[in-house]
């Protein structure tokens, strides 16, 4: 059964005057398609015929062509398209182009919400937004990028130079990374005004939809450990070897007057304590295969940086697959756990399956921008680069391995650290109702 209550339902009004101006901005859009499709523009044309899809779907859902998103957000979608259909340097940054991105997400996100078993409120469904944001601009000059290598089209490598497409690639992630922040603030702005107003007049109908959670509270599975041969006091030894290695690349680094070696030292060293520290602090005992895990990731990154970053071509893709995949299994324990703890949000096996590459992909696409600022420092300060860009194809092979990463525990997640995710529910149960009370 829909939830009459869903919050996410105030993007829906039912107004003579939200009838009219949504619907004149639907024929627009229908108008704009029909002109993308004459230029040979096929691509956009599909794009808004999506688009026009999305708008119209709640109406068709309810049958009651009245029922239309806030005309507002609507606007917010078109005025790119317009401006990319008659004028292509219409805007002197592409920022409205990705929050019209932003805002289409709002409503996909917001449509998954009615239409599915997928629960979400305001809050969470915002975050998703920004990831999403971020995701789909940085899948979206992937592959553009790899269409490009594979079969020889001009998307991006349209004959620049690499360092210059791959700073031009940069500004584009940064203006999706703005954008998202700032459709945040306004969709937060938004839900907070029209929640305060009142209960909204659109009832959900009766679906007898089954929204129960279903978990299954599982351990790693013996058969992984099994075939790796490694006992829990192997992998727990394993772990102390590689924090000794660790302490030597410090003391590596302070004798060489190395700052690059000495900082990814430190921080590596810093990150393998961290399962220690939950446990005194929370009581909460990461399996050893986890922290062993994710000490690998952070020795080799920081023994990468002592030789190997420079003389094997490989060793920054290995980096970046096995660093996503620890990064993915954060996002996912995370998010996992807030779906166990708050009753609102309830996120199916098959959700969590789309999400951990979104998280991922959006965490790349930050992780670059990073790079490219950090660069640009660097040079700005006539100084070494702490962490170095090495033009298009680094970038995107970056992301690359970044999305195997993730896949790998997209796959591998959901029954490796089911359990993880319900000891930090717990610990958001204790604190957070403790704080009520």
């Not at 306004?186 to 959670?213: A, C, E, H, N, R």
């Not at 005194?280 to 000490?295: C, G």
């Not at 790998?408 to 149960?429: C, D, H, P, Q």
Request: charge should be neutral; aromatic fraction near 14%.
């Amino acid at each position: 059964m829909m939830d009459n209550k869903d919050e996410l339902i105030y993007l829906l009004h039912d107004t003579r005057l939200n009838t009219v101006l949504s619907w004149a901005i639907v024929l627009v859009l229908i108008f704009l398609a029909t002109v993308n499709f004459f230029e040979g523009r096929y691509t956009w044309t599909i794009l808004i015929i999506f688009i026009v899809i999305i708008v119209i779907l709640p109406g068709l859902f309810f049958c009651k062509p009245s029922v239309m998103p806030y005309w507002l957000l609507l606007l917010l979608v078109l005025i790119p398209i317009v401006g990319n259909t008659t004028a292509y340097y219409f805007f002197l940054t592409r920022i409205p182009v990705y929050i019209s991105v932003a805002t289409l997400s709002l409503l996909i996100v917001a449509e998954i919400n009615w239409f599915t078993s997928v629960r979400m409120n305001p809050k969470f469904a915002i975050y998703l937004v920004i990831i999403t944001t971020l995701a789909v601009t940085g899948m979206w000059h992937f592959m553009r990028w790899a269409l490009d290598v594979m079969i020889g089209t001009t998307f991006l490598l349209d004959g620049r130079s690499v360092d210059v497409i791959n700073t031009a690639v940069m500004y584009e992630f940064i203006y999706a990374l703005i954008a998202g922040i700032v459709a945040g603030v306004l969709f937060g702005w938004y839900f907070k005004t029209m929640i305060g107003k009142g209960t909204s007049s659109i009832i959900f109908p009766d679906g007898g939809m089954d929204v129960s959670q279903k978990y299954i509270h599982s351990e790693p599975p013996k058969v992984i450990r099994k075939r790796l041969g490694l006992s829990v006091q192997k992998q727990k030894n394993i772990t102390r070897f590689l924090q000794a290695c660790l302490v030597i690349l410090l003391i590596l680094g302070v004798l060489s007057r190395d700052l690059h070696i000495l900082l990814r030292a430190f921080l590596a060293l810093i990150i393998t304590f961290v399962p220690a520290f939950m446990r005194q602090r929370y009581n909460l005992h990461l399996d050893p295969s986890l922290a062993l895990w994710i000490t690998i990731a952070v020795f080799l990154d920081a023994l990468g940086t002592f030789w190997l970053y420079d003389n094997l071509a490989r060793w920054d893709n290995l980096t970046h697959a096995v660093s996503s995949s620890t990064i993915a299994a954060a996002g996912y324990v995370i998010v996992r756990a807030i779906d166990i703890y708050d009753p609102e949000i309830h996120m199916p096996p098959g959700t969590m399956f789309v999400f951990i590459p979104l998280f991922i992909l959006s965490t790349g696409v930050i992780w670059e921008i990073l790079e490219f600022i950090t660069d640009e420092l660097a040079l700005m300060l006539e100084i070494g680069a702490f962490l170095a860009q090495h033009g298009i194809h680094d970038t995107m092979g970056d992301m690359l391995f970044n999305l195997i990463g993730a896949i790998v525990v997209a796959f591998w997640g959901t029954v490796y650290l089911n359990s993880l995710s319900y000891k930090i529910a717990e610990i958001f149960e204790e604190r957070f109702d403790s704080n009520k009370q």
